[in-house]
């Protein structure tokens, strides 16, 4: 757990205001020198690369992330390239669900991103299933409107649930235990996007029990572009891969074997890791990343946080904005809601002349700060709103 001169860790640009990690997160120093370690030794070294080599980085980085989300079985985790991949796994596999008739509706949330709605349109013609799309409540205090409207809408003929954690455009936090409870009362299977809240906020696969939980690497884990981690449960054993990569089926290290085709696959989630997922570059990086983000602890960050809002939410609340309730919202990814009529890129584009980074997404701006972020930070941006603002 961290306490102290977290800023010193990363190589952040001196006068720039960087509270947007929720759009891509910065690589920590030690996540840097991993890239320049893997590269400056793959070449001089590549004379002694073992087929082991292929597979051993991949399962401690697995390892690590089974412990981020306490999944206790490391063989649920796969290496994905992207959200969007492990969505059409779902996808692919939703014919295989048990009770599964016509009619019935793969559940979506309005506003959502668009990996997590992209993958249904087609398998639900396939099936002739049909989406339900939950909107956002038109109201002060969204959050808890809105998880009563999910759970309002999971019934028997709900087939899937999709959704996040932490809603990735204004930070609601969304009752992932209680819908996930609910949709196995249903018999229904539950995706859960946990790109935007994963290593930032708690996230226990034994406590949610879903179907399915994924997450890419470059924003909360801080780790590089094209990756990802999924974790896959007891209903994805068996299942039908997206690719059929040498690498999932058994004896796939014994090299000179390889033309001995193999029928059968490695166990569990093996079989939904990418192909080529050795990742001799990137995979070094990643697991330095995981590793620090255990070391550093949902609740350092979460807390730190939340002492960075506590002025800045009474002083924008002064210039006519809106703010999820606090109890409602995460800490480390907050919305801020500006008036219907206000040009939220407009906003964005004069807060990045000020050299204060954030998002416009939606009807607000979103401001996502990490441990590097200091009270100078948000000093800038409740500066640079009330002169945008007002």
Request: net charge negative; hydrophobic share 45%.
């Amino acid at each position: 757990m961290l306490k102290n001169n977290t800023s010193s860790l990363f190589s952040l640009p001196e006068g720039i205001h960087f509270i947007n990690c929720a759009t891509r997160g910065p690589f920590s120093k030690s996540v840097e020198q991993a890239g320049i370690d893997a590269i400056q030794q793959f070449s001089p070294s590549i004379h002694q690369i073992r087929p082991d080599d292929f597979f051993e980085r991949a399962w401690v980085v697995r390892e690590l992330f089974d412990q981020l989300i306490n999944s206790q079985d490391k063989e649920r985790i796969a290496i994905i390239p992207s959200v969007s991949y492990a969505m059409a796994v779902v996808a692919r596999n939703l014919y295989r669900k048990p009770g599964l008739r016509a009619g019935q509706h793969i559940l979506l949330l309005g506003d959502e991103f668009p990996s997590d709605v992209y993958a249904w349109s087609r398998v639900c013609k396939e099936l002739s299933l049909t989406i339900v799309t939950v909107q956002m409540p038109d109201s002060e205090a969204v959050g808890q409107e809105w998880n009563a409207r999910i759970l309002e809408a999971i019934n028997d003929d709900t087939a899937l649930v999709v959704m996040p954690h932490v809603h990735w455009q204004y930070g609601i936090k969304f009752e992932i235990e209680k819908i996930a409870e609910r949709a196995r009362a249903v018999n229904a299977l539950v995706a859960i996007d946990g790109t935007q809240s994963v290593s930032a906020l708690d996230f226990d696969v034994q406590k949610v029990k879903p179907d399915i939980m994924v997450c890419a690497a470059y924003k909360w884990l801080m780790g590089p572009y094209g990756m990802g981690l999924a974790y896959f449960g007891e209903f994805f054993d068996g299942g039908i891969p997206l690719e059929e990569s040498w690498m999932a089926r058994q004896e796939s290290n014994l090299f000179y074997k390889l033309t001995e085709y193999q029928e059968n696959y490695r166990p569990k989630a093996y079989r939904y890791n990418v192909g080529e997922h050795s990742h001799f570059i990137q995979m070094p990086m990643l697991e330095v990343a995981l590793r620090e983000k255990l070391a550093w602890g949902c609740d350092s960050i979460q807390a730190h946080c939340q002492s960075l809002w506590q002025q800045p939410v009474q002083k924008l609340a002064s210039l006519g904005v809106q703010f999820e309730p606090e109890a409602e919202r995460a800490h480390h990814l907050v919305g801020i809601r500006l008036p219907a009529s206000t040009d939220v890129v407009k906003v964005q584009q004069a807060l990045e002349a000020r050299k204060v980074i954030v998002a416009a997404r939606g009807q607000g701006i979103r401001v996502s700060p990490h441990l590097y972020n200091t009270a100078a930070d948000m000093n800038a941006l409740v500066e640079a709103l009330a002169d945008v603002l007002t």
